[in-house]
């Protein structure tokens, strides 16, 4: 799939004198004449064919072009950047994945930014109450399909849908037959794509029932379109959207057991999905809470939200899940994305699953040509918006008539992929030689109920900006029946346009962002006023703000506590790492005495900087080295610089609807960059220069103190923040405790190279030079790496701070708080002259002092991430 980068707006010519510049009028009129191909082109509102007049624009486009919408060629490249830089702005992305599952350690997934075009799909009144209409049709119908199948099953003993086709799915879920959902409805969001075809009407192509995706890129593109064309926004009287999202909510909470009072999430697969970031966009502006499957937990049947405060009663889930993931305890047994429990929770009637469990059945392509005839027995009436023929082979008739003609069609895949069902990309049959079409036609014959054929057809062209100059590109609209809960439904005035990235793609590939297709925003148009409705519309008082928080949830406290750890890790291995590597090459060139390298040796295997298969120090100290060069690879399979970057990356990645943009972009760019700079300088032929591997590290050292610097200055101090500092202290003291101990431990602490190398892990070699010069002593030493409490780096200010953060954290839960805080270390408080006087004293100190640190983090994980202590007198309704 073809990349779409800033670079895609970045290639325009440079502009013409303005004088010179044509208009955009002129501009469609020189791209309508090159599309004559018989595609309905939607500039010139009629289809075009070779050595036919072209005639005009069509009148919306005109209407458009002359709203001051643009003054010329430049204007419209200035607004094409503008997109460009408002999409980079708002970190709207879609998730690349590269094949293969993802493993522990491994990259994110690559985060492509959202490929947004300039010129939004124009829909004209008539023919949007058309579409509305035909919409909201099918709608009813498939809901009453599902009420059907999931209850008396009279159009399985009909014949009106093949019982093959239906029970045979991999989404249709025997677990849910005879339980109806809460309230009756079924399907409470759908999506439908269609596109104009060679006959000027619109025609259905597909329809998502399960976790249909895309009403938050439908809001992404309003936000950042009608901004560029505000004049013409307004004259063309463009209906807006927040009335169909606030009416969606409301049906939701009708439906819902709690009414008004319910709490609302939308369950997401999670960060590794490709429209996560339109999940979090989506979750954000209607106010509802972003859960993953972890998230949650079924108790009584109920669902709860695991939360910093406890267990909080969910009543509705917006699902983009699929139905064989849902609950790993009935469907799927490997699931992590479910719920367990969740199934039966439906079946009680205790929550709200939005679509229900069940409905990825009415997605397949071989039932279209059986909804005519379902439509007329279920609704009395036939269809008014008609599907592209399609023909499943499993109807032996239809495959012995269609089989000599097989080159006409598309072959698409009946059933989605599964353990007991097979799955594959369309194939345009026209494009076979006559060998692979014998070939599809006898694996068509092996298995038939396993293909659907589909007639081609020449979709709609909608007009681009690429490259300076309008472009006909093929569309597909995608459109949105949101339920009134009721029986009704709404169809959101608008939707998701997709447009191919390339002139000539082929005929069958209906577009998906996956794929590399465009994206715009669509324009119905009303002749009645234009709703005025904002889901802000209700000004809040001061009585409303007393008691606002954000919602802490267990999976994002447990990510920003990881945050911390892993930030202040890698900061600490990287240290560690230089310090290594610079003692090793002095230790080699004699400036360094022996000594120093079992210390160097025990302190890299402790901290992960080389594996267990590494030669010792002492023994191949060249050899030694190689291996922790190595190892600083996110890929070498050692926990080193590189892979404690990519776990950072990773829980930034899990956090993305809690960081800005920016702090993200720093994120990812530090691991990025050190794999990148790393590899580069040991890719080198011959011994690696070690001057470069150690400018490689002291660069993302610096990067991780803008990390550092970005999370304790410019992120809210929540309940979120104070886990996240938690965890921080803890890997610091752990970390300082144990270079600290075993320095001390091998008696080379008041050596030059052990002092010099504790002040350097410490980072305090200037303030101790301040403070106490030249002086190689103990008392001094101690002083300020244990008890300075206005040294950040000392035990006792880490210390400190951890007990601060954890009593403002526990502040609900004091009796456990107080038992706790009495198990905390306080290295402050511990007697100077002792320490001084005896090794092993201080040694016995800070082993227990870090013991103490992660006896907190197992602690806090029981009661706030997994929620096994304390969690019965947690629980809200």
């Given at each position: 799939?073809?990349?779409?980068?800033?670079?895609?707006?970045?290639?325009?010519?440079?502009?013409?004198?303005?004088?010179?510049?044509?208009?955009?009028?002129?501009?469609?009129?020189?791209?309508?004449?090159?599309?004559?191909?018989?595609?309905?082109?939607?500039?010139?509102?009629?289809?075009?064919?070779?050595g036919e007049p072209q005639g005009g624009l069509a009148e919306r486009w005109r209407r458009f072009f002359a709203a001051g919408g643009a003054a010329g060629w430049q204007e419209l490249s200035a607004k094409a950047l503008r997109v460009q830089r408002r999409v980079l702005d708002d970190?709207?992305?879609?998730?690349?994945?590269?094949?293969?599952?993802?493993?522990?350690?491994?990259?994110?997934?690559?985060?492509?930014?959202?490929?947004?075009?300039?010129?939004?799909?124009?829909?004209?009144?008539?023919?949007?109450?058309?579409?509305?209409?035909?919409?909201?049709?099918?709608?009813?119908?498939?809901?009453?399909?599902?009420?059907?199948?999931?209850?008396?099953?009279?159009?399985?003993?009909?014949?009106?849908?093949?019982?093959?086709?239906?029970?045979?799915?991999?989404?249709?879920?025997?677990?849910?037959?005879?339980?109806?959902?809460?309230?009756?409805?079924?399907?409470?969001?759908?999506?439908?794509?269609?596109?104009?075809?060679?006959?000027?009407?619109?025609?259905?192509?597909?329809?998502?029932?399960?976790?249909?995706?895309?009403?938050?890129?439908?809001?992404?593109?309003?936000?950042?379109?009608?901004?560029?064309?505000?004049?013409?926004?307004?004259?063309?009287?463009?209906?807006?959207?927040?009335?169909?999202?606030?009416?969606?909510?409301?049906?939701?909470?009708?439906?819902?057991?709690?009414?008004?009072?319910?709490?609302?999430?939308?369950?997401?697969?999670?960060?590794?999905?490709?429209?996560?970031?339109?999940?979090?966009?989506?979750?954000?502006?209607?106010?509802?809470?972003?859960?993953?499957?972890?998230?949650?937990?079924?108790?009584?049947?109920?669902?709860?939200?695991?939360?910093?405060?406890?267990?909080?009663?969910?009543?509705?889930?917006?699902?983009?899940?699929?139905?064989?993931?849902?609950?790993?305890?009935?469907?799927?047994?490997?699931?992590?994305?479910?719920?367990?429990?969740?199934?039966?929770?439906?079946?009680?009637?205790?929550?709200?699953?939005?679509?229900?469990?069940?409905?990825?059945?009415?997605?397949?392509?071989?039932?279209?040509?059986?909804?005519?005839?379902?439509?007329?027995?279920?609704?009395?009436?036939?269809?008014?918006?008609?599907?592209?023929?399609?023909?499943?082979?499993?109807?032996?008739?239809?495959?012995?008539?269609?089989?000599?003609?097989?080159?006409?069609?598309?072959?698409?895949?009946?059933?989605?992929?599964?353990?007991?069902?097979?799955?594959?990309?369309?194939?345009?049959?026209?494009?076979?030689?006559?060998?692979?079409?014998?070939?599809?036609?006898?694996?068509?014959?092996?298995?038939?109920?396993?293909?659907?054929?589909?007639?081609?057809?020449?979709?709609?062209?909608?007009?681009?900006?690429?490259?300076?100059?309008?472009?006909?590109?093929?569309?597909?609209?995608?459109?949105?029946?949101?339920?009134?809960?009721?029986?009704?439904?709404?169809?959101?005035?608008?939707?998701?346009?997709?447009?191919?990235?390339?002139?000539?793609?082929?005929?069958?590939?209906?577009?998906?962002?996956?794929?590399?297709?465009?994206?715009?925003?669509?324009?119905?148009?009303?002749?009645?006023?234009?709703?005025?409705?904002?889901?802000?519309?209700?000004?809040?008082?001061?009585?409303?703000?007393?008691?606002?928080?954000?919602?802490?949830?267990?999976?994002?406290?447990?990510?920003?506590?990881?945050?911390?750890?892993?930030?202040?890790?890698?900061?600490?291995?990287?240290?560690?790492?230089?310090?290594?590597?610079?003692?090793?090459?002095?230790?080699?060139?004699?400036?360094?005495?022996?000594?120093?390298?079992?210390?160097?040796?025990?302190?890299?295997?402790?901290?992960?900087?080389?594996?267990?298969?590494?030669?010792?120090?002492?023994?191949?100290?060249?050899?030694?080295?190689?291996?922790?060069?190595?190892?600083?690879?996110?890929?070498?399979?050692?926990?080193?610089?590189?892979?404690?970057?990519?776990?950072?990356?990773?829980?930034?990645?899990?956090?993305?609807?809690?960081?800005?943009?920016?702090?993200?972009?720093?994120?990812?760019?530090?691991?990025?960059?050190?794999?990148?700079?790393?590899?580069?300088?040991?890719?080198?032929?011959?011994?690696?220069?070690?001057?470069?591997?150690?400018?490689?590290?002291?660069?993302?050292?610096?990067?991780?103190?803008?990390?550092?610097g970005a999370q304790t200055d410019r992120m809210t101090r929540d309940d979120g923040w104070r886990l996240l500092s938690i965890g921080r202290q803890i890997e610091r003291l752990c970390f300082h405790a144990d270079v600290l101990a075993e320095t001390f431990a091998q008696g080379l602490a008041l050596t030059e190279d052990g002092f010099a190398l504790l002040l350097g892990v410490f980072d305090s070699t200037i303030t101790y030079r301040a403070q106490f010069q030249a002086r190689r002593e103990v008392p001094p030493l101690l002083h300020l790496l244990?008890?300075?409490?206005?040294?950040?780096?000392?035990?006792?200010?880490?210390?400190?701070?951890?007990?601060?953060?954890?009593?403002?954290?526990?502040?609900?839960?004091?009796?456990?708080?107080?038992?706790?805080?009495?198990?905390?270390?306080?290295?402050?408080?511990?007697?100077?002259?002792?320490?001084?006087?005896?090794?092993?004293?201080?040694?016995?100190?800070?082993?227990?002092?870090?013991?103490?640190?992660?006896?907190?983090?197992?602690?806090?994980?029981?009661?706030?991430?997994?929620?096994?202590?304390?969690?019965?007198?947690?629980?809200?309704?």
């Open positions: 799939m073809p990349e779409s980068t800033p670079s895609q707006w970045s290639l325009l010519p440079d502009e013409p004198d303005e004088a010179l510049a044509p208009d955009p009028i002129a501009l469609a009129l020189s791209a309508a004449l090159r599309s004559r191909d018989g595609h309905f082109y939607e500039l010139t509102g009629r289809v075009n064919q070779a970190g709207a992305s879609y998730n690349v994945h590269s094949d293969g599952p993802p493993l522990p350690g491994d990259a994110a997934p690559l985060a492509r930014h959202w490929p947004l075009e300039l010129l939004p799909m124009l829909i004209e009144p008539d023919e949007w109450r058309h579409i509305e209409a035909g919409i909201a049709q099918r709608a009813r119908l498939l809901d009453a399909v599902m009420a059907d199948t999931y209850g008396e099953r009279r159009l399985l003993q009909q014949g009106l849908l093949p019982a093959s086709l239906v029970l045979a799915h991999p989404q249709y879920l025997r677990e849910m037959h005879g339980s109806p959902p809460r309230g009756g409805v079924h399907l409470h969001m759908l999506a439908f794509d269609l596109t104009r075809c060679a006959d000027g009407h619109w025609w259905v192509v597909g329809q998502r029932t399960q976790a249909a995706s895309g009403l938050g890129y439908v809001l992404e593109n309003r936000l950042i379109i009608a901004q560029q064309f505000p004049e013409a926004f307004r004259q063309m009287a463009v209906q807006r959207l927040a009335a169909s999202y606030r009416d969606l909510m409301q049906s939701l909470m009708k439906l819902s057991p709690a009414g008004e009072r319910s709490r609302i999430a939308l369950l997401t697969p999670g960060p590794r999905n490709e429209t996560y970031f339109e999940q979090a966009f989506l979750a954000r502006y209607l106010g509802i809470t972003l859960v993953e499957g972890a998230d949650l937990t079924v108790r009584a049947d109920k669902v709860y939200l695991k939360t910093l405060a406890g267990l909080e009663r969910v009543h509705v889930l917006l699902r983009r899940v699929d139905d064989t993931w849902l609950d790993p305890l009935e469907l799927q047994p490997d699931s992590i994305l479910g719920v367990p429990g969740l199934l039966q929770a439906v079946r009680a009637g205790e929550i709200v699953v939005a679509n229900a469990p069940g409905a990825g059945w009415l997605e397949s392509p071989g039932l279209t040509a059986f909804w005519p005839g379902v439509a007329e027995r279920l609704l009395g009436e036939p269809l008014q918006l008609p599907a592209i023929q399609s023909w499943w082979c499993g109807e032996e008739s239809a495959w012995r008539t269609l089989r000599p003609r097989l080159a006409e069609y598309i072959v698409v895949p009946t059933f989605s992929a599964s353990s007991t069902t097979r799955s594959f990309a369309p194939i345009v049959a026209a494009e076979l030689s006559s060998e692979a079409l014998w070939a599809l036609a006898d694996r068509i014959d092996a298995d038939p109920t396993a293909y659907t054929l589909q007639a081609r057809v020449k979709p709609t062209k909608q007009p681009v900006w690429i490259r300076g100059a309008l472009e006909p590109r093929v569309a597909v609209l995608r459109v949105f029946a949101l339920t009134d809960g009721q029986g009704g439904w709404k169809v959101l005035p608008g939707g998701l346009t997709r447009v191919a990235p390339r002139r000539d793609p082929l005929a069958d590939a209906w577009l998906s962002i996956q794929r590399g297709s465009l994206s715009t925003d669509t324009w119905v148009m009303t002749d009645g006023e234009v709703d005025a409705t904002t889901l802000l519309s209700q000004p809040l008082q001061a009585a409303d703000l007393r008691d606002v928080h954000w919602t802490v949830t267990s999976r994002a406290a447990e990510n920003l506590f990881w945050l911390g750890r892993y930030t202040e890790r890698s900061e600490n291995t990287a240290r560690l790492a230089r310090h290594v590597i610079e003692a090793s090459v002095m230790v080699q060139r004699g400036a360094m005495p022996p000594p120093m390298l079992p210390l160097l040796d025990a302190l890299a295997r402790r901290h992960g900087l080389v594996g267990v298969k590494a030669p010792r120090a002492e023994d191949d100290p060249r050899g030694f080295e190689r291996a922790l060069l190595t190892a600083l690879l996110p890929g070498s399979g050692v926990t080193s610089v590189g892979w404690d970057l990519r776990a950072l990356q990773s829980c930034a990645q899990a956090l993305r609807e809690r960081l800005s943009p920016e702090a993200w972009r720093l994120i990812h760019e530090t691991a990025a960059q050190f794999e990148q700079h790393l590899r580069a300088v040991l890719d080198r032929p011959g011994p690696p220069p070690l001057t470069d591997v150690l400018n490689v590290l002291a660069r993302a050292d610096t990067h991780l103190a803008a990390i550092t244990v008890h300075d409490t206005d040294n950040p780096r000392s035990l006792g200010w880490v210390a400190r701070t951890m007990r601060e953060r954890f009593a403002k954290l526990a502040r609900h839960d004091p009796g456990w708080a107080a038992d706790i805080a009495g198990g905390l270390p306080v290295p402050e408080a511990w007697p100077l002259a002792e320490l001084a006087a005896s090794d092993q004293v201080l040694v016995e100190h800070l082993k227990r002092a870090a013991a103490q640190a992660a006896e907190l983090s197992s602690l806090l994980s029981q009661r706030y991430f997994a929620h096994v202590i304390g969690a019965e007198q947690r629980v809200w309704q």
